[in-house]
């Protein structure tokens, strides 16, 4: 297959949810999305942070319609959300789960809860997670993330666990920058086939 088979249609989206920037969490997502994109396959890069979007209220008008009623940025990564067949998604570890950030994002992919099996079966995502505990008492996160993801059909490739405190503490820690690397590259060549 050639590598623009691979562009038009094997996209994948790249979610950080870290409030700061020069984030850890986004510090191993990039890491896999550099190996991604060394195979010519296109990556979709999303910083949460940068994008100004309100949590789900609640309405439940979604139940019945398929569509958030609430139109702002958000708005327009849905249809790169949909298309994409593998996500990618970071988050630090927050009291013992997600960021906020993370998880106002993923509420707002309630509008397509009750028809998930339609919208996200087949899809698959990677999961980095990284907290100042360490990595045996910061599972948390990912523990969050792999039910979520598991609940709306998707298909879970792997995951990379850290612990570090300071801005790109991890980037200093081969052997985790490595395991994001190596799924990256095992992404990139499922991607090829």
């Not at 999305?33 to 609640?58: A, H």
């Not at 609430?70 to 996500?87: F, G, H, M, R």
Request: with cysteine.
């Amino acid at each position: 297959m050639s590598n623009s088979k691979i562009q038009t249609k094997s996209i994948v989206v790249a979610i950080s949810s870290s409030h700061r920037d020069r984030s850890n969490s986004e510090a191993m997502l990039k890491a896999c999305v550099g190996e991604i994109e060394k195979n010519g396959i296109k990556v979709e890069l999303i910083i949460l942070r940068n994008i100004n979007f309100l949590p789900c209220d609640g309405c439940k008008d979604c139940d019945t319609n398929e569509s958030c009623h609430i139109k702002d940025s958000l708005t327009n990564i849905y249809p790169k959300l949909l298309n994409a067949e593998v996500w990618l998604i970071a988050s630090p570890e927050y009291w013992w789960n997600v960021s906020g950030l993370c998880k106002s994002f993923l509420d707002r992919l309630n509008a397509y809860w009750k028809s998930r099996e339609k919208y996200f079966k087949g899809k698959s995502v990677a999961i980095f997670t990284c907290g100042g505990q360490p990595t045996d008492r910061n599972h948390y996160a990912e523990d969050y993330l792999r039910l979520l993801f598991t609940k709306i059909y998707f298909n879970i490739l792997g995951s990379v666990r850290a612990s570090a405190e300071n801005p790109q503490e991890v980037l200093n820690q081969k052997e985790t920058i490595e395991k994001c690397r190596e799924l990256g590259r095992q992404i990139a060549e499922n991607l090829k086939k």
